[in-house]
């Protein structure tokens, strides 16, 4: 690659960046497995950069990327590591505490981390307000597969979420 590559690559990760902190939130419970998922994800981009051809968006590209590297990556470090439940979320300092939404989502944490990957990658595409069809090309799946799934998922989340809510009580 020419370092002009290089130095779009390098843009266009420093302007898409939120990403990777997502991803690696998502899938991982402490900080230095999620630090180990993000470097894992830039080295899989760069890789695969010679690849992307502009048909679709970076951001787009960049979330296939991510989240097929954050499976693999979640595959092999809970086999390596038998990874544990979060118990305490890093917080951010650009944000005013809020104790009620810093419990729920430490709550909401705790249930996304019992979930099994591809789950995982369906909630979060949710999140990120992804169509059925964007999000079945991504994971490879049908629509319809993808609605059935991630209204399984969403219910079984809810169903998390409540058992711990009523753990804490």
């Known amino acids: 690659m020419?370092?002009?590559?290089?130095?779009?690559?390098?843009?266009?990760?420093?302007?898409?960046k939120g990403i990777l902190r997502k991803v690696s939130q998502m899938y991982m419970d402490n900080d230095e497995d999620r630090e180990d998922l993000r470097q894992e994800i830039i080295i899989q981009m760069w890789k695969s950069f010679k690849n992307f051809r502009g048909e679709s968006k970076f951001s787009s590209w960049m979330y296939r990327v991510a989240i097929n590297t954050a499976i693999?990556?979640?595959?092999?470090?809970?086999?390596?590591?038998?990874?544990?439940?979060?118990?305490?979320?890093?917080?951010?300092?650009?944000?005013?505490?809020?104790?009620?939404?810093?419990?729920?989502m430490e709550i909401f944490y705790k249930?996304?981390?019992?979930?099994?990957?591809?789950?995982?990658?369906?909630?979060?595409?949710?999140?990120?307000?992804?169509?059925?069809?964007?999000?079945?090309?991504?994971l490879g799946i049908s629509e319809g597969n993808t609605r059935v799934k991630l209204n399984r998922t969403k219910g079984k989340l809810q169903i998390i979420i409540k058992n711990i809510e009523n753990g804490l009580r």
């Open 2 to 16: 020419t370092k002009t590559d290089e130095q779009r690559f390098l843009s266009l990760l420093q302007q898409h």
């Open 72 to 104: 693999t990556f979640f595959k092999i470090e809970k086999k390596r590591n038998n990874i544990a439940v979060q118990e305490n979320l890093a917080k951010h300092p650009y944000e005013e505490y809020d104790q009620t939404k810093d419990l729920q």
């Open 111 to 138: 249930a996304f981390q019992q979930l099994k990957p591809i789950e995982k990658a369906l909630i979060f595409y949710y999140l990120e307000g992804f169509s059925h069809i964007e999000t079945g090309k991504f």
